[in-house]
């Protein structure tokens, strides 16, 4: 069967979309600002290149709900240092650990969901980072932005790249974690100075990929995915929450 498709690109049909608008695509995963020692700022090529849509991952801690770097896993991809020498790859695996294990949101986590406790799981908690990139983002300074550009985050809820992929002990626990975020980033924004809330979530990177998510069974997932997104809809009914990162199409 053979399908024929023509395009009139001097018609447009106002009954059809938003007035007929194609939704913007111009978005990235990744951050302008510099992530870490030797890394650039990169604020006036985002605003050159029109980057409205910007999804927060591998912000290594920047965003992480909770991180365990090891120098020693065997499965790193090291994403960091590929530049790195080959002598100096163990110096350089450590200061990535230690950069981004120290800028994670629940440095304590991990303890509190082992003991079912979600005091200790939010105990220390550490949004400065965090705050300090959102703030910079979304304020996108008028020097460098000659066009106004407004910028929307896309808050990936989980891990960086390498920052294990340990599975949540306590769905309820790591939903109320999530809650403080939602509160803090989408209903109390202002408080922390930025501009405008958080209005996308996504539920975890790549569960398909084990070095993410250590299980090869989807109903995990489901399960926290389901917790996740009842707590942000309750915290903020207007949030717009989608499904995880899939490395390959044929996971989904």
Request: aromatic fraction near 10%; hydrophobic fraction near 40%; include cysteine.
């Amino acid at each position: 069967m053979t399908k024929i498709f023509s395009f009139n690109k001097n018609c447009r049909d106002l009954s059809a979309g938003r007035n007929s608008l194609i939704k913007e695509v111009n978005g990235v995963n990744g951050l302008p600002k510099s992530l870490a020692p030797g890394f650039p700022d990169l604020d006036d090529q985002f605003n050159q290149m029109g980057i409205k849509h910007l999804r927060l991952h591998d912000g290594f801690g920047i965003g992480d709900m909770d991180n365990y770097f090891q120098v020693d896993r065997k499965n790193n991809q090291n994403q960091m240092i590929v530049n790195v020498p080959e002598e100096n790859h163990s110096a350089a695996k450590k200061l990535v650990a230690d950069i981004a294990n120290v800028r994670s949101i629940f440095p304590n986590a991990a303890i509190g969901m082992r003991n079912h406790d979600v005091n200790l799981a939010l105990r220390d908690a550490n949004y400065e980072m965090t705050d300090a990139y959102l703030r910079d983002i979304l304020n996108n300074q008028a020097d460098l932005n000659p066009d106004n550009i407004q910028r929307q985050i896309m808050f990936r809820i989980g891990r960086s790249l390498d920052g294990g992929y340990e599975i949540p002990e306590d769905f309820d626990i790591y939903a109320k974690l999530v809650k403080a975020l939602v509160n803090r980033y989408a209903v109390n924004y202002a408080n922390i100075g930025m501009p405008k809330k958080i209005i996308y979530w996504e539920v975890w990177n790549e569960p398909d990929l084990l070095f993410f998510w250590n299980s090869d069974d989807p109903q995990k997932y489901y399960a926290l995915y389901e917790k996740v997104v009842r707590v942000i809809k309750a915290v903020d009914p207007d949030a717009k929450v989608g499904g995880a990162g899939i490395s390959f199409s044929n996971n989904a």
